[in-house]
């Protein structure tokens, strides 16, 4: 359609004159000064006209930094108030390494406030989300399997590590006690040969565990956790990766479903699925696992792996663990929402509040230990927050000073997680007691 206005201008070409399509579509030149004005327009009258107040961009990185940053200016200047973007800033294609212009990438962006989602703690946490099944189920995270095997340490806590970093906001300048011994900046962290920690202040990284894009959390789990694990435990697994984004500072982002165990019946790619795959059912009968094989073109070569587990009828949850998950997935966010603590606003307040316990050389990778300083802070609610996660399929145990009693939220008779009342305690004189698979917050 744009190459029926002028020809030529508004797709980006290659030297041969040919449109580039590394995006897997068309690719727009939004370098060229009409094609950003159309970009520009167009979110001006949505913002105006639909009182839209923020945006995610789809590969972002294929756009020019100085394009967005003038873009959300004139939304400022035109109409009176913040609009928030957010955005995938990969870094590939004919573009990369600015080899076009200086892109809106994770690194590119550092210090201008756009979010870029963070691949960093998704990764660490669900393992890897790209190749074969086969590859995929080999391929687990903190959430899914790396914790269950010994051989694995190194890796393990390397990803511990990691998702320590995003609860930190995944900020550049961060410095905590890694598995190394030594205490290292976020920027210092590798992560794949480049930076793990890229944010210069909280809200520039974007903190997920599921997206449009690649298996569900629900359907990555079932490619990698053993046939034999039962649906609780999915389930509570499912709520610490929950847990481990929404208690993060910075921008948190959950996708649509992931608090009713979405599945899309182990569908990679389901942007032309039709409703059969992407459905969602709000009243909570089943979760769309079971539907049946999805669609050949990227599902195809895969389908003799995936047949006998879409078949098997213990990988379908309830009703009543649906409405499980979802109280439980509320309980986390009435965590998050009860302190100001969980939305520190600069990278000097998180280094000033937030420490990390039974971490450094010798830590149980199965278990983060996070600790908020609200001394004198305003909305804080609280003396300070506790917040611990256990990956491991037992109860963990460990020491921390000061006096701590659980979060309301834990106590309160309708909690969704009675786990936690009954078993998170004092075990000991000066130390606290987890359930297994279990995200838990104390309070002082």
Known sequence: VLDRVVPGYYQRLNANGEVEKSTCCDNTATEHRMMAKLMSDSLLLWSREYKLDSYRFDLMGHQPRAAMLAMRERLRRELGREILFIGEGWNFGEVANGARFVQASQLSLKGDGIGTFSDRGRDAARGGSFGSVKELMGSKGWLNGLLDDPAKRADAVKAADLLRLQLAGTLAEFR??????ATQRGAEIDYAGQPAG??????????????????????????????????????????????????SQGTVYVHAGQELLRSKSLDRNSYDSGDAFNRLDYGLRDNGFGHGLPPAPDNGRDWDTIAPLLGDPTLQPTPAQLRQAVAAFHDVMRIRASSSLFSLPSADEVQKRLRFHAAGPGQDPALIVAELDGTGWPGARFGGLLLVFNGASEAREFSVPGAWRLHPVHTARQAADQRVALEARQAKAGALRVPAWSAVAWVR
């Open 198 to 247: 890229y944010a210069a202040q909280p809200g520039e990284a974007v903190h997920y565990v599921e997206n449009h894009d690649n298996h569900t959390l629900f359907d990555a789990n079932v490619l990698k956790l053993p046939a034999r694990a039962s649906m609780l435990e999915r389930l509570h697994r499912q709520n610490v990766g929950n847990a481990l984004v929404a208690w």
């Open 176 to 181: 905590f006690t890694t598995h190394t011994g």
